[in-house]
């Protein structure tokens, strides 16, 4: 294949790549805008959705795409849940302090993922995709599914825009980032806005994970490398800033699509992380952050 | 702090040191390894406490430091027919200047970036032991040659393979790692390590350069992992790219906390308490690394300061 038609199946790897990101990281974001936490157990969230879709998809349904819509509706309920009750359970008595905080998600990390191997097994499985569409372009072939991807994460991407900027709970939300005491003083309930985006956050990776299941395999450590990935989207983008994430999200899926397919995955991998590190010599706080005062 | 309490302390340090001394004594076979290992990892989790739990910075990429000491000592071994010694001298360094290195980069965000960006640093030196698999042979590894076995003392010949040698030089190591925190956290550099854990930005507008002293504790806490990765390498005579994975670097925060962060001794009883903890679990099941994220969701629920911080709170406030 000659240089161009490369170039263009690349980018279309990166951009499907971009789009889950996009939805994992902007999870973690919203997590640490409203909370000011990390949650380290955002990548387990992400397998767990994954690891509920395969389960829908062969124990319920025998039609892929059924399951597949079961899945997309399902997985992020029952992740939401689970994030809830964590919230609930654990982040709440040590009062999300950001250092506890860490720690303890870094306990949840384990125990959702060991949880995982004890029910689920050590093997990595498959989920047929919804549908089989090819698209020709003049060089090659493209997995019409991976489109549809691209084209479900926009969407998604819509919901959440119109959701934080022009409801109610984005409102609530808004006020509970910007002043945290304030936002108590005028009667906003803070404890169930933190337990609600703290789950809607994990919704979030888990959506991500349902869409991109069936082009990558369910393994119980599958939640490590987007994990790290929506951490170098978030740090580039500057933590906690929405355009930031979305923008960084674009710029590392492009970018790990490309090298990954013209040189290594792993190449790929040292190469977003140095990104990391140079930004952070330029601007500390991110490209889109604010410096704090 | 007097100088009574200041002895009472040290006998307790030398105390403990001595009793590990005698414990190879009793020690059936088996647990005579493993006490050898653990005495290794306690060096790293030494190293580890440094920087979280004095100058209360939490890295969680502590494994790059512990296995850039395990690589520069292994590779320069293995490929350059380095000896023993001067391999490891050099990995200490080379430890201490990556994480100088990491510190200049790294110190300049605070709070949680510091620990992100630690954590994927230690990714990319994890990546870089697979992407470089000619010479690392990556996650398979490479096994020492004979040849770095043994070497050659002031005339003393010191052989490797042999289990007695190996529990000294290990005691040894975690004797010096013991007395080099001890004396650094009771001089005026831990001071300023503890000065800048309890309120960087007095300690900032008393006139300290708080960049310098952070960069400070995290160069002597790099380097001190690094001796612990080195001295695992030559003598278990094995490198391999699992020592640099996310894992290692969760260990020394484990081992840390549950021995109490802040106490010379806490992550040497921690990392004892731990590793004998998943070595019962892990019989039982495959999925050990449960009992991690049990046991650290308790500490941090019900016992975020740890057995000796406890003990240190009640009865002993003299520990240092």
């Known amino acids: 294949?000659?240089?161009?038609?490369?170039?263009?199946?690349?980018?279309?790897?990166?951009?499907?790549?971009?789009?889950?990101?996009?939805?994992?990281?902007?999870?973690?974001?919203?997590?640490?805008g409203v909370l000011r936490v990390v949650n380290v157990a955002h990548g387990e969230f992400y397998m767990l959705g994954a690891v509920i879709a395969w389960w829908i998809s062969y124990a319920l349904f025998s039609h892929p795409l059924s399951g597949f819509v079961?899945?997309?509706?399902?997985?992020?309920?029952?992740?939401?849940?689970?994030?809830?009750?964590?919230?609930?359970?654990?982040?709440?008595?040590?009062?999300?302090?950001?250092?506890?905080?860490?720690?303890?998600?870094?306990?949840?990390?384990?125990?959702?993922?060991?949880?995982?191997?004890?029910?689920?097994?050590?093997?990595?499985?498959?989920?047929?995709?919804?549908?089989?569409?090819r698209i020709d372009f003049p060089w090659f072939g493209y997995s019409g599914y991976k489109l549809s991807v691209i084209l479900m994460?926009?969407?998604?991407?819509?919901?959440?825009?119109?959701?934080?900027?022009?409801?109610?709970?984005?409102?609530?939300?808004?006020?509970?980032?910007?002043d945290r005491e304030m936002a108590q003083a005028f009667g906003i309930p803070v404890d169930r806005v933190y337990g609600t985006v703290f789950a809607v956050g994990a919704m979030l990776a888990a959506v991500a994970a349902v869409l991109i299941a069936p082009i990558r395999q369910v393994h119980y450590l599958m939640g490590?490398?987007?994990?790290?990935?929506?951490?170098?989207?978030?740090?580039?983008g500057g933590l906690g800033s929405i355009r930031g994430t979305l923008f960084a999200a674009l710029l590392i899926g492009m970018s790990d699509g490309i090298i990954s397919m013209f040189f290594s995955p792993t190449l790929a991998k040292m190469v977003s992380t140095l990104l990391v590190a140079l930004v952070l010599i330029f601007r500390p706080e991110g490209l889109f952050g604010r410096r704090e005062p | 702090m007097t100088r009574a309490t200041g002895r009472k302390s040290l006998v307790l340090h030398l105390g403990v040191v001595a009793l590990l001394f005698l414990l190879q004594f009793v020690l059936p076979e088996y647990h005579h390894l493993t006490v050898t290992r653990i005495m290794i990892l306690a060096v790293f989790a030494l190293g580890y406490n440094v920087l979280f739990g004095y100058t209360g910075l939490l890295s969680l990429g502590h494994a790059m430091f512990f296995a850039c000491?395990?690589?520069?000592?292994?590779?320069?071994?293995y490929h350059l027919g380095w000896d023993v010694l001067p391999a490891f001298l050099f990995a200490v360094a080379v430890a201490g200047a990556a994480a100088a290195a990491v510190g200049m980069i790294a110190l300049?965000?605070?709070?949680?970036?510091?620990?992100?960006?630690?954590?994927?640093?230690?990714?990319?030196?994890?990546?870089?032991?697979?992407?470089?698999?000619?010479?690392?042979?990556?996650?398979?590894?490479?096994?020492?040659?004979?040849?770095?076995?043994?070497?050659?003392?002031?005339?003393?010949?010191?052989?490797?393979?042999?289990?007695?040698?190996?529990?000294?030089?290990?005691?040894?190591?975690?004797?010096?790692?013991?007395?080099v925190v001890h004396r650094l956290v009771r001089s005026g550099t831990g001071?300023?390590?503890?000065?800048?854990?309890?309120?960087?930005?007095?300690?900032?507008?008393?006139?300290?350069?708080?960049?310098?002293?952070?960069?400070?504790?995290?160069?002597?806490?790099?380097?001190?992992?690094?001796?612990?990765?080195?001295?695992?390498?030559?003598?278990?005579?094995?490198?391999?790219?699992?020592?640099?994975?996310?894992?290692?670097?969760?260990?020394?925060?484990?081992?840390?906390?549950?021995?109490?962060?802040?106490?010379?001794?806490?992550?040497?009883?921690?990392s004892f308490i731990m590793f004998y903890l998943i070595d019962i679990f892990s019989e039982y099941t495959t999925a050990y690394l449960l009992a991690t994220g049990v046991v650290l969701i308790l500490l941090i629920l019900y016992f975020s300061v740890g057995i000796l911080g406890t003990l240190r709170r009640k009865w002993l406030h003299w520990l240092p």
């Open chain 2, 108 to 179: 300049r965000t605070t709070g949680v970036a510091f620990m992100i960006v630690t954590l994927m640093f230690s990714q990319v030196v994890y990546l870089a032991t697979l992407y470089f698999s000619r010479y690392t042979r990556g996650d398979e590894g490479l096994v020492l040659p004979a040849r770095a076995r043994s070497f050659e003392l002031v005339g003393i010949h010191v052989n490797l393979a042999d289990p007695v040698t190996r529990y000294y030089i290990a005691l040894g190591l975690l004797a010096a790692g013991i007395l």
């Open chain 1, 153 to 178: 994460a926009l969407g998604l991407l819509s919901v959440l825009w119109y959701v934080i900027s022009r409801t109610r709970l984005g409102l609530v939300m808004r006020a509970t980032q910007l």
């Open chain 1, 1 to 32: 294949m000659d240089l161009g038609p490369f170039l263009l199946l690349a980018s279309l790897e990166g951009l499907v790549q971009a789009a889950v990101l996009s939805l994992a990281a902007l999870g973690l974001c919203l997590v640490f």
């Open chain 2, 191 to 270: 001071r300023e390590w503890i000065a800048v854990r309890e309120n960087e930005s007095r300690t900032r507008m008393l006139g300290y350069n708080t960049f310098s002293i952070k960069l400070k504790a995290l160069t002597v806490s790099g380097a001190l992992s690094g001796a612990a990765g080195a001295a695992y390498a030559l003598l278990f005579a094995y490198v391999g790219s699992t020592f640099a994975s996310i894992q290692y670097s969760i260990d020394a925060l484990l081992f840390t906390l549950l021995g109490g962060a802040g106490t010379v001794l806490g992550p040497v009883l921690g």
């Open chain 1, 70 to 133: 079961a899945a997309l509706i399902v997985a992020p309920v029952l992740v939401g849940g689970v994030a809830l009750a964590s919230e609930r359970l654990v982040l709440r008595r040590i009062g999300h302090n950001p250092e506890a905080t860490i720690v303890a998600t870094i306990g949840m990390l384990y125990v959702i993922q060991q949880g995982v191997l004890i029910l689920f097994g050590p093997d990595a499985r498959s989920i047929e995709p919804p549908f089989y569409f």
């Open chain 2, 69 to 77: 000491g395990l690589y520069a000592a292994g590779l320069t071994v």
């Open chain 1, 224 to 236: 490590l490398d987007p994990l790290l990935m929506s951490f170098i989207v978030v740090i580039i």
